[in-house]
C-alpha cells in the first residue's frame, strides 16, 4: 500500500494539520450545502407564493387573451399562456420581454411553446427549464386553461453568489487554519523535539568502556507527567537513570576486579620472595660460595614450607570467593549448628590454650538448611580471629540463639576490639588491622570476606559490632527458607 507508506513517512506536525484542516473543510462543506439547499427553497417558495397570488388574479381575467401577463406586478421574464381547455394546447402564449409598463409582450418560438404546453396543469407550482429562456416555476389555473411561470435566474444568481463567498470564505478560511495550526503544533512539539535531542545526545556517547560520565537528562520542564510529551521525558528520565546506574555498578565491579587481582599479586609476592631467598641461601651454602657463611638448611627448608603453606591457603582462599562470587552452588542438608560450634569450639581450644573459651548452647539442637563444609569455615574463620587479634587471656565465647525462625550464632570476645579505621571495611578483601600481630600470625584479610560470602550465599547476614572489651560477630542464618543471592549482606555497628 504504497499510499499508506508515504502517510506513515509524513511528520506528526504535518499529519496533525492535514487532519485538523480536512476536519475544517468537511464541516464546512456540510455547513455550505445545508445553508445553500434551505436560501434556495426559501427563495423558491416565496417565489411561488407570488406566482399563486398572481394565478388567482388571472382567474379574474377569463377572457381568451394575455392581458394577464402584463399585469402589474409580474416580473421581466414572466410567460403565460391559454388554451381552450385543460387537456388542449396553449393557443396564446407571451412573454414581458422588459418592464416596461404597455410594452408589448414578447412571443415564445415553438419549442418554448411546446415546453409551456407540456408543464403539468395540476394548480400546483413546477419547475419547468424553457428552452434559451432557462428554468421557470409554472402553476395553471384551477381550470387549467391559464398557464403563469416566473423566472427563477434571479433565485439562481443568488444561490450561485452565496456558493461562491463561501467557497471562497473557506478556502481562505482553510489556509489560515493550515498557517496557524501548523505553528501552533510546532509550539506544542516543541518539548518533544528536545526530548528527542536529548536522546540523540545520549545514545551518541560511547557508554561500553571507561569513566561513567553523568549523563544527560531531560531537564525537569520538558518531564512533567502531566503531559504525554512530560511522560516520554519522564520515562526516558527513569530510564537514564537505570543505564546510569548499571554504568556505575558496571565501573566498580571493574575496578574491584583489579583491585582484587593487584592485592592478590602483592600478598603472593612476599612469600614468593622470601621462598626464594631460603632456596637460593640453601643452594649457595651448598656450593660453599664465597661469601656463604654456613647454612642452616634445616631451618630454611622450614621456612620454605611454611611459606609455601601460607601461600596455599591463601590460594584456596581466593578460589574459594572466586567460586562464591561465580554463584556455585552450595551443598544444602540439614546442618546441626550446634555440633559444629561445639566442634569448633574444641579446635579453638587446643589452638588457644591461653585463651579462656565458653559455649552457651540452647537445650535443642538447632538445625538449619546450608553447607556444613562452609559454615564450619565460617566458624573457623570467626573462633581463628579472635583467637589471633586478641592478647592471651582473652574470653571468647560462642553462643547459639534462635530468633524466630532464623538462627544466630555469635562469637564474642573481650579484646581490644577492631581497629576504628579497619572497622567499615572489615568484610572487605584483604581488609586487615595492620599490626605486628596480625603480620606475624599469617594474616590475610580473607578470613571475613569468605565469612560474608559464604552466610550470604545462605541468604543470611553477618553483622558486626565492636568497641575496645567487647567484639561481636553474629551470623544470622534463615531457618529453613530458601537461600537467596543478595550481595549486601552486612550492617557495621559501631559503639564509641
Ligand atoms: N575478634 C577480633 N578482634 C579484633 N580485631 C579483629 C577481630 N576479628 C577481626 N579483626 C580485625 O579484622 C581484620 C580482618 O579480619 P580477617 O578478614 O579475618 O583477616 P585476617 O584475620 O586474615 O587479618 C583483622 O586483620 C583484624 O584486624
Ligand atoms: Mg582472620
Do not use: C
Not at 363 to 374: E, K, L, Q
Amino acid at each position: 500500500m504504497p499510499r499508506l507508506g508515504r502517510r506513515r513517512r509524513w511528520s506528526l506536525r504535518t499529519r496533525l494539520v492535514v487532519s485538523a484542516v480536512t476536519l475544517i473543510a468537511v464541516v464546512a462543506t456540510v455547513i455550505g450545502a445545508v445553508t445553500t439547499l434551505a436560501l434556495r427553497s426559501y427563495l423558491v417558495e416565496q417565489k411561488d407564493q407570488k406566482l399563486a397570488e398572481a394565478v388567482r388574479r388571472s382567474d379574474r381575467d377569463p377572457g381568451y387573451d394575455l392581458r394577464f401577463v402584463g399585469a402589474p406586478g409580474n416580473p421581466a421574464g414572466t410567460v403565460g399562456g391559454r388554451a381552450a381547455d385543460r387537456e388542449a394546447p396553449l393557443g396564446l402564449a407571451g412573454r414581458i420581454d422588459r418592464q416596461t409598463p404597455g410594452a408589448p409582450l414578447g412571443g415564445l418560438d415553438e419549442r418554448q411553446l411546446a415546453a409551456l404546453s407540456a408543464a403539468p396543469r395540476d394548480g400546483r407550482p413546477h419547475t419547468v427549464a424553457l428552452p434559451g429562456l432557462g428554468d421557470h416555476r409554472i402553476q395553471a389555473s384551477a381550470d387549467g386553461r391559464t398557464v403563469l411561470g416566473f423566472p427563477l435566474a434571479d433565485v439562481q444568481d443568488t444561490v450561485t453568489t452565496l456558493i461562491w463567498v463561501e467557497v471562497s470564505v473557506t478556502a481562505a478560511g482553510l489556509v489560515a487554519a493550515s498557517l496557524a495550526g501548523g505553528a501552533l503544533v510546532g509550539v506544542a512539539l516543541r518539548p518533544l523535539r528536545r526530548v528527542a535531542a536529548t536522546a540523540t545526545r545520549v545514545a551518541g556517547l560511547r557508554l561500553h568502556r571507561g569513566e561513567v560520565a553523568p549523563l544527560e537528562r531531560v531537564p525537569d520542564t520538558e518531564a512533567d507527567p502531566r503531559t504525554e510529551v512530560g511522560q516520554v521525558g519522564a520515562a526516558l528520565n527513569r530510564m537514564l537513570d537505570h543505564v546510569h546506574a548499571a554504568l556505575h555498578a558496571r565501573q566498580e565491579s571493574e575496578t574491584r576486579v583489579r583491585q582484587f587481582v593487584a592485592d592478590a599479586s602483592h600478598e603472593l609476592r612476599t612469600p614468593l620472595a622470601s621462598i626464594r631467598g631460603y632456596a637460593e641461601l640453601t643452594r649457595r651454602g651448598r656450593q660453599g660460595a664465597p661469601g656463604a657463611g654456613p647454612v642452616d638448611t634445616g631451618h630454611a627448608l622450614g621456612r620454605i614450607e611454611a611459606e609455601a603453606t601460607r601461600m596455599t591457603g591463601l590460594v584456596e582462599d581466593l578460589l574459594l570467593l572466586a567460586r562464591l562470587d561465580a554463584g556455585r552452588p552450595l551443598s544444602y542438608e540439614d546442618t546441626d549448628l550446634s555440633l559444629l560450634v561445639v566442634d569448633a569450639v574444641s579446635d579453638a581450644r587446643a589452638a588457644g590454650r591461653e585463651h579462656v573459651w565458653h559455649l552457651d548452647l540452647p537445650a535443642d539442637p538447632v538445625v538449619v538448611r546450608g553447607d556444613p563444609a562452609r559454615l564450619q569455615q565460617v566458624l573457623v574463620n570467626l573462633l581463628a580471629n579472635a583467637r589471633t587479634h586478641t592478647p592471651p587471656g582473652t574470653t571468647v565465647t560462642a553462643r547459639i540463639r534462635k530468633d524466630g525462625r532464623d538462627a544466630v550464632v555469635e562469637v564474642r570476645d573481650d579484646g581490644p576490639g577492631i581497629a576504628r579505621d579497619v572497622l567499615p571495611h572489615v568484610f572487605e578483601r584483604f581488609a586487615r588491622g595492620d599490626t605486628s600481630r596480625s603480620r606475624q600470625s599469617g594474616s590475610t584479610g580473607l578470613g571475613l570476606a569468605i565469612v560474608h560470602a559464604v552466610v550470604t550465599a545462605h541468604g543470611g547476614r553477618v553483622d558486626v559490632t565492636s568497641a575496645p572489651g567487647r567484639t561481636v560477630f553474629s551470623v544470622r542464618l534463615p531457618g529453613g527458607a530458601a537461600p537467596v543471592d543478595s550481595q549486601a549482606g552486612h550492617r557495621l555497628v559501631t559503639r564509641p
